[in-house]
């Protein structure tokens, strides 16, 4: 358990300290509230002598994808070989932008979730590749996941068909 516990705002002189005392935390400096206005911020634990850290995962683990080959299942003859390289560069490009069996739509530092529309175009793509078994695994989180909030839902159902 830490004893002490500092909350600021990067590069800020302004911040919150908390110490725990006799089982209970108290702001010794600082205000209760702190804001961040770059949306940055920075948590800082200090132990006592006999202190330790324990970190443990909560979330449960996701199995990362199976393929055989990174290049696309597919043999074409081209005129010229850089047509099938570039083939092959473009779907190595795809599968290294996965991240276990998720797609991102951009960076996948920058972007830590599924797309709809990307994700889509990613499996559209790969499977058009020949990377069949890769394209189903990649289904699963958008099977399992409704992409749609309920009010965008309520916004598309006066554009669909009986109401659908």
Known sequence: MPVEIIL???DSTNRVVVR???GTWKIIEGVEGLASESSWGRAMLRFGDTGGLQIEELTTAVSPLKFQRITPAL??????AQF???LDAQVAHLMMGLVRNETRPGDPNNYPLNWLRDGAMTIVALARAGQLDVARQLCDPFVEHDFLADSYRKRMVRD???GL
């Open 160 to 162: 669909l068909p009986c």
């Open 75 to 80: 043999d074409i003859q081209l005129p010229e």
């Open 84 to 86: 099938s390289e570039c």
């Open 8 to 10: 600021n705002e990067e």
């Open 20 to 22: 725990r005392d006799r």
